[in-house]
């Protein structure tokens, strides 16, 4: 079956139609990978004729610390790209779960050249219809990984790139192989780090206990390590849900 597609991207500032969502094959994204980008999930509210996007604000965050890192400016501000996240989802007409990605990639440069000031940087976000996987009842069939997590000192987990990635597909397709379906990977000094495109949660005695941000891990977004309020979360027909 065909997956479902989307009818409208937001690309470099406005809203085209799918076909039109095109980069240019020697932008450095294309040959090189050069982008990060945040997965970010959207939950419909039926008695509320609501979606809401969970945790914005700490989404780019992260996203800016990864673009931080990788010598990228992203070219917009929070709010601009919060209307863009709620006006694609509305063009695309969604109203149940949705999994968006916005990305910011570096385009085409200068040849042979990593020098960001050289460098074109564009950003562009994707939205999908994503309803509750079975596993979130049924649970998964897991298994150790033979691939090691990136080293934090070599291609940093930390920072949420396309590149790092490959390493993530390595893992998840030796799984399904052998039979499994999400693995758990370990650091180069054996211990838990995470799985690919997850994090790693255990719950001892009552209490949550995750590996350490030294563990060669993308620092995750989720609601279990949240000491305050749920913060506000921002609904798709321009208003806010309350606290």
Not at 2 to 19: H, Q, T
């Amino acid at each position: 079956m065909a997956k479902e597609r989307p009818l409208f991207v937001w690309l470099d500032g406005k809203i085209v139609p799918w076909a039109e969502a095109t980069l240019h094959v020697a932008s450095e994204a294309v040959v090189r990978g050069e982008s990060v980008f945040e997965g970010v999930r959207g939950y419909g509210n039926a008695e509320h004729n609501e979606l809401y996007i969970f945790k914005n604000r700490e989404h780019l965050d992260r996203l800016r610390q990864s673009a931080k890192l990788m010598r990228m400016t992203i070219p917009y501000d929070d709010a601009t790209l919060t209307e863009a996240f709620k006006e694609l989802i509305r063009r695309n007409g969604y109203r149940d779960n949705v999994y968006f990605r916005p990305t910011v990639y570096f385009g085409e440069g200068e040849s042979n050249s990593f020098d960001p000031s050289e460098i074109h940087t564009g950003m562009f976000c994707i939205v999908y219809r994503r309803p509750h996987s079975k596993s979130v009842l049924e649970g998964v069939k897991s298994c150790t990984s033979t691939w090691r997590r990136n080293s934090d000192v070599a291609t940093p987990s930390r920072i949420k790139a396309a590149g790092n990635y490959h390493n993530s597909r390595l893992a998840h397709v030796e799984a399904r192989l052998n039979g499994f379906s999400s693995p758990l990977m370990l650091n180069e000094r054996g211990k838990v780090a995470e799985g690919p495109a997850s994090c790693f949660m255990l719950i001892r005695n009552g209490t949550v206990i995750t590996p350490p941000v030294t563990s060669d891990i993308l620092e995750s977004i989720n609601a279990a390590d949240d000491h305050r309020p749920v913060p506000r979360r921002i609904g798709t027909n321009c208003r806010r849900a309350r606290d």
